[in-house]
């Protein structure tokens, strides 16, 4: 395996380093939006029922304690329950615009290391195929293949290495993506329910100041 790499040349080890830093970004990714995701739906419910009784330091402890971005924005509206709709639902929107922001960190790095792989692959091809015409330019006429064998072996495998890395981080990226955009899903419905409840209780004059 390190001779492979020592024929690719630096490009191979460039491409090495990026695709370790893509599957570490990833792997950290993917454990904060599987800690971040929890059963809005039961989770609201509890809060509801704490609601009811006015106890709202309870309801705020308990968001504190739960992670993830839903029960911030729980947490956000309740600190706000004394403000009109429009007041509430714009502070809630400013809290999930900052919720989504930290979900998407380092997202650009695996979307960065996709995008540039195959051009790196290219690069390194490029470059072993130069190694090869340099060669027969100083061998002619009289070539072997074993003169051009290291600079096509460079070019095979920078092309492969390329294309291993930039395939798998471009799924990476989707699959997160596709969490986040669940995550938001989650805050949408939660944001409404929220403000409808405390709206409600407001109008029977049941939520504590």
Known sequence: MFERFVQGGPVLWILFACGITAFVVFIERSLHLHRARIRFEDFLNGIFNILRRGNVKEALAICDETPGPVAYIIRTAILHRDADRDEMRTAI?????????????????????????????????????????????????????????????????????????????????????????????????????????????????????
Not at 131 to 157: N, R, T, W, Y
Not at 189 to 208: C, D, P, Q, Y
Request: net charge negative.
């Open 93 to 209: 929107q400013d809290a999930g615009t900052a919720e989504i922001s930290r979900l998407e960190r380092r997202l650009v790095l695996i979307a960065t290391v996709a995008q540039i792989a195959p051009l790196l692959g290219l690069l390194g091809t490029i470059i072993g195929l130069v190694d090869c015409l340099v060669v027969m330019q100083m061998e002619a006429p009289l070539i072997q293949s074993s003169d051009i064998f290291g600079g096509v072996m460079k070019a095979l495998l920078t092309t492969g290495a390329g294309l291993m890395v930039a395939i798998p981080c471009y799924a990476a990226f989707n699959l997160l993506v596709l969490k986040i955009d669940r995550l938001v899903l989650d805050m949408e419905k939660a944001s409404s329910e929220i403000v409808t409840f405390l709206m409600t209780l407001r109008t029977k004059g049941e939520v504590a100041s």
